[in-house]
């Protein structure tokens, strides 16, 4: 019998897709899942793919179905699941055995357990994989931490599979242990954001302009192709114009305004906070959507609270440049957390290669992206990449129409609270003196803590109390 390749352990939605697109690209795959009769549908399914699959029941089995040393891919939800499948699998391993996890998983559990294995001999990959069903089948993006020896190994595989962009695979190795998984959390809270900016605008035009599903979809069809291009304003275009089946309505009407999450966008505003950093646009995101599931109140609220008002229709490109301008800084926050998390973890993330890996494949692939990725090799300071001179070009052009728009949904009584901190963020970091002196005095009137002076003389202490 042939050895396999590669095992991949778990047959949801993106675990068959990957085992699909593994098996086309000519590897040898064995699959195994928790309920063993999903696996007869699954091969099914494969068709002619089927040949280069086998598929086991057992974990003995499927363990000695592969090529030593092995390596085995979980796509199964993260947290107890990835533990409990771990000390299942560890008696069929050996040394020098890779298990990756391939699922959205806290990189903090992903450092615990590629030190706990590493202590047995076998290494342990956390592989952030964005692109949702689609780019699981076709070409994912991948962001794979891990050590050196593990990485090669996987490489050709991951390098095969992965989404092309110009020809350079989307896949990097970014550092050690929890190195990718942290990456691809930080996608996420990214991908939060640029959501609902795009959710604000399509709210600005449907309750402030009074536009149609059908006129915004056009409008983002527009953008589809320009600086603004990417799979969020594409895929936002296309469900604006999805009519209900059943009604012939449009379908996003009928849709109930309150959003789910799964937690990485949460992961990415307290990793921040943890590092001294503030991604506020995406904590903006993943409070918008805890108060929409707030259904209830709001719907009490909206008695009791004051309207929103009608405005008329802004220019289209002060929309777009806005949406941008919002962008910009929801990436110049991300980035800047990855370089704070990579000073702090010494994983030397490469973030102009990272910005590579996130231009095909992924959700929050954008034309922007490569303006960042070009950015990056210039090496701004400390990661800023406001400090890059095309982006601070970027941000200042298409800063007064966020200024713009801002204010207009302000006035209006419409939320844009991730638009809102964009601009609060990028007027903070224009400011050479801020406010913050009047913190620091304010602090050290009432606990003594202490204050700089600008001629960086101190600590000093206040003459208040008349002392
Ligand atoms: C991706 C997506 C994917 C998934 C998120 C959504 O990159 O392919 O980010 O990982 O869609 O988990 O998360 P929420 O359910 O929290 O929106």
Not at 142 to 164: D, K, Y
């Amino acid at each position: 019998m042939v050895q396999a390749d590669i095992g991949v352990y778990g047959l949801g939605t993106m675990g068959s897709a990957l085992a699909l697109n593994l098996a086309e690209k000519g590897f040898e795959v064995a699959v195994s899942n928790r309920e063993a009769d999903w696996l007869a549908p699954f091969l099914a399914e494969a068709g002619s793919l089927s040949a280069r699959i086998a598929a086991h029941a057992g974990l003995d089995d499927f363990v000695a179905s592969l090529k030593a040393p092995r390596m085995i891919l979980f796509m199964i939800p993260s947290g107890a699941p990835v533990d409990d499948l771990i000390a299942a699998l560890q008696p069929y391993l050996s040394a020098g055995d890779t298990l990756i996890d391939g699922g959205n998983s806290d990189f903090h559990d992903t450092r615990r357990r590629a030190a706990a294995l590493s202590a047995q001999g076998l290494h342990f990959v956390g592989m952030g994989v964005s692109g949702g069903e689609e780019g699981a089948r076709t070409g994912p993006s991948m962001m794979v931490g891990g050590t050196g020896e593990s990485w090669n190994r996987l490489r050709p595989m991951a390098e095969a599979i992965a989404a092309q962009y110009q020809g350079s695979p989307c896949v990097a190795h970014l550092g050690p242990d929890g190195a990718g998984h942290f990456v691809k959390t930080v996608h996420n809270g990214i991908e939060y954001a640029d959501m609902q900016m795009i959710a604000e605008i399509y709210g600005l035009l449907r309750d402030g302009v009074g536009w149609s599903p059908v006129q915004i979809a056009a409008l983002f069809r527009d953008w589809s192709d320009g600086p603004l291009a990417s799979y969020l304003i594409e895929i936002a275009a296309e469900v604006l114009e999805a009519s209900d089946p059943a009604t012939g309505d449009a379908l996003l009407d009928s849709i109930l305004d309150s959003a789910g999450q799964k937690g990485t966008g949460r992961w990415t505003v307290i990793e921040a906070l943890k590092l001294g950093q503030s991604a506020s646009t995406i904590e903006a995101a993943v409070g918008a959507r805890a108060w929409s599931s707030e259904t209830r109140a709001r719907q009490a609220a909206s008695g009791l609270l004051s309207q929103s008002n009608r405005f008329p229709p802004p220019d289209r490109d002060v929309l777009a440049q806005a949406l941008l301008a919002g962008r910009l800084v929801s990436h110049a926050q991300g980035f800047r957390l990855l370089s704070a998390a990579s000073e702090v973890y010494d994983w030397s993330l490469d973030l102009a290669r990272i910005a590579e890996i996130w231009r095909a494949g992924c959700i929050i692939r954008s034309a922007l992206l490569d303006d960042i990725a070009d950015a990056f090799r210039a090496d701004p300071p400390h990661g800023h990449l406001i400090l890059a001179p095309h982006i601070a070009m970027l941000t200042t052009r298409a800063e007064p129409a966020l200024r713009r728009v801002v204010s207009m949904a302000i006035g209006a009584g419409l939320p844009v609270p991730s638009l809102a901190a964009a601009l609060g963020w990028k007027d903070s970091m224009a400011q050479a003196r801020g406010n913050a002196n009047m913190i620091q005095a304010l602090r050290d009137r009432f606990g003594a803590h202490g204050f700089f002076m600008q001629d960086g003389s101190g600590p000093r202490h206040g003459p208040w109390h008349g002392d």
